[in-house]
DNA sequence: TTGCTGATGCAACATTGTAGCATTTGTGCG
DNA sequence: CGCACAAATGCTACAATGTTGCATCAGCAA
């Protein structure tokens, strides 16, 4: 049974952009990650399989994949975005920030349950849920 | 009948800090606006009330303010901060951010209804909900 | 009033991201 | 294949938002 799922390259190439090696390489670090990645992640990651690329161009790849809908950017620790493949979740769940390790993990159980209580003539884009704690992990030590 | 409500002074001497001008200045500016204000906009109204400080002061007056549980510290436009009271409303309410106008409005009516489905071993200490769309104002033009 | 400590101001630095522009590189086409 | 052209990149400079170190100032208790 052969893999479904678009590769980096036909994907990229699906939404009418040009499949270059930054393209590819950082579809490729988003899509091996199991939680959402800062841009100064990403670059590191990068860098481990050999891969180096301008600031500004990791930049700008991560903002036409945003663009395109491939992927979405959310509040992550202080200041930063992080930035997860769409279809890896289906995009509507809550992220959960450790105030302790600072890791960011994706709560697919936790949804935002809104209920269309907003005020009228209001209209609504997207919910963007973030928790802050201790996660599992460090409430062990 | 007496306002009950302490003073910025006695609120700050309560929690043990210096009564500064600085201080005082910036809990009567977040105690009379009706929305979250960005450390820009707090400079602002203190400089149309004659009061200036500098930079560093502003955010290590909100820092202490935070610190201290009188004011919170939630994500508003891009990578900028916004304050506001805790007493003001409680502090466990949504906020909406209008990507148009990109001002930051108060949703009291919209809980997150978390109901408690964090995986085992996570602890919760705050909940962010920000709403993105656009405002009644910007939807009517 | 005085002295101690917390708060301030100033300068320098850090992080995260954008803008302009010359150069390179993907892609479609002959 | 080899070209031409637009899209993408890299570099430099800049902007926005905070933070750090350190000398000075000022609240407050005695
Ligand atoms: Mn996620
Ligand atoms: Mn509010
Ligand atoms: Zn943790
Ligand atoms: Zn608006």
């Not at 049974?1 to 952009?17: V, Y």
């Given at each position: ?47 481990e399989g050999g891969e180096t690329f301008d600031r500004v161009t990791l930049y700008r790849t991560l903002e036409w994949l945003v663009e395109q809908g491939i992927a979405t ?69």
């Open positions: 049974m052969p893999d479904t799922r678009p590769s980096a390259r036909e994907l990229i190439a699906a939404h009418g952009g040009r499949v270059t090696r930054a393209r590819v390489a950082v579809l490729e670090v988003l899509g091996s990650a199991h939680t959402p990645l800062s841009h100064e992640g990403i670059a590191s990651a990068l860098e950017r959310i509040a992550g620790s202080e200041r930063a975005w992080n930035f997860e493949l769409v279809d890896r979740h289906g995009h509507h769940h809550a992220h959960f920030h450790c105030q302790r390790c600072g890791r960011v993990t994706c709560m697919e159980e936790v949804a935002p349950a809104l209920a269309g209580a907003l005020p009228p003539g209001f209209s609504l884009a997207q919910a963007e849920l973030v928790l802050h704690g201790a996660c599992a992990e460090c409430n062990r030590s």
